[in-house]
Each structure stands twice: as C-alpha cells, then as structure tokens.
C-alpha cells in the first residue's frame, strides 16, 4: 500500500493548510488562473479540484473524504481515500505546492515527494496499484480566520503528471 501515501501527500498539505486558485505556482501555468468546474471535481465529500481534467494524471483518484467537511480549526480532521497508481512511481518526483491566505501567499515550494512520503513510515519507490487510504490530521484551534487556498501539483521525476489538486477553506472565528 505504498502508494496510498501518494493520497496523503497531496491531501494533507491542501487541507490542512488550503487555497486561492489564482496565481499557479511560480508560472507553471504562465500565472493564468486555474479555472474550476463542476466536472474536474474531486469524487467524495471534499473542497478538491483537479487543477485540468484529470485524463493524463498517473493517479487516479476515485473517492476522498473529509470529516468534518469542511475543516474546521481545533478539530481533527479525518481523510479517507481511494485510487490507483498506473505506474511506479520512482525517486524525483516532486510536489509544487502554494499556499494563500487571502491574496498573502504563505508558502511557495517546491519538496520531494519521497519526504512527504517517510512521514508516514514509508519509502519510495512507490508501487503501482490500487490505494487506500486513513489518516487524521489535527488542526490547530489557532488557525486565524480567513480564506486559505492551496495549489498542489504532484509530478514524477520526469515531469510527467501525477495529480494536480486545489482547494479552498474558510476558517470562521
């Protein structure tokens, strides 16, 4: 199940922290705005959007769920999700990831996805196949209000698309 944490990398960076969909990281979508639609939604019950149609992703990502939905701050927040890899995914890879409060951008990064991936005790390479996912993230009660975004975009060594998802969360008071 190695390949489960794939979920996780990208999952937990978007909701714990999540995301103005305006400005892409650092032009890999020459500044233009992500534009979201009814049919690039995540499956489940969740905030995430594929940034595109999913058609060329190497993650296919059947169901994610959130509870509570949306997040809130103090609680902890629990991530169920399922898909499938197509293909191994080897050393490299990377995940770009920005992260907005309002229009203040907090966070513009680029991190081995192989990182995220220890954090759950596991290793890359991570295998092809079916995913399943759990994992509880508690949020702090000291998330200030406002409305925070975030861009993930998940790419293999070679740039090839893994996934790319975005998401927006309002933390009220």
């Known amino acids: 199940m190695k390949a489960s944490t794939l979920l996780l990398a990208v999952a937990s960076p978007?909701?714990?922290s999540?995301?103005?969909?305006?400005?892409f990281l650092g032009g890999l979508m020459s500044q233009n705005q992500v534009t979201l639609?009814?049919?690039?939604?995540?499956?489940?019950?969740?905030?995430l959007y594929f940034c595109s149609t999913p058609d060329p992703y190497i993650l296919?990502?059947?169901?994610?769920?959130?509870?509570?939905?949306?997040?809130?701050?103090?609680?902890?927040?629990a991530i169920s999700a399922k898909g499938t890899l197509a293909q191994k995914v080897e050393e490299g890879a990377k995940?770009?990831?920005?992260?907005?409060?309002?229009?203040?951008?907090?966070?513009?990064?680029?991190?081995?996805?192989?990182?995220?991936?220890?954090?759950?005790?596991?290793?890359?390479?991570?295998?092809?196949?079916?995913?399943?996912?759990?994992k509880e993230v508690d949020l702090?009660?000291?998330?200030p209000p406002g409305k925070y975004s975030v861009i993930a975009d998940v790419v293999t060594?070679?740039?090839e698309p893994i996934t790319c998802l975005t998401a927006t969360v309002v933390f009220s008071r």
């Open 18 to 23: 999540a995301i103005d969909r305006s400005n």
């Open 14 to 16: 978007l909701l714990v």
């Open 37 to 47: 639609q009814a049919d690039n939604k995540v499956p489940g019950e969740n905030p």
């Open 140 to 143: 702090p009660k000291e998330i």
């Open 95 to 134: 995940v770009n990831l920005q992260v907005k409060y309002g229009l203040i951008t907090l966070i513009r990064q680029t991190a081995d996805l192989c990182e995220y991936v220890k954090e759950v005790d596991l290793e890359c390479p991570l295998d092809k196949g079916a995913l399943k996912l759990y």
């Open 60 to 77: 296919t990502i059947d169901d994610v769920d959130l509870a509570p939905n949306p997040p809130e701050a103090g609680k902890t927040l």
């Open 157 to 159: 060594k070679d740039e």
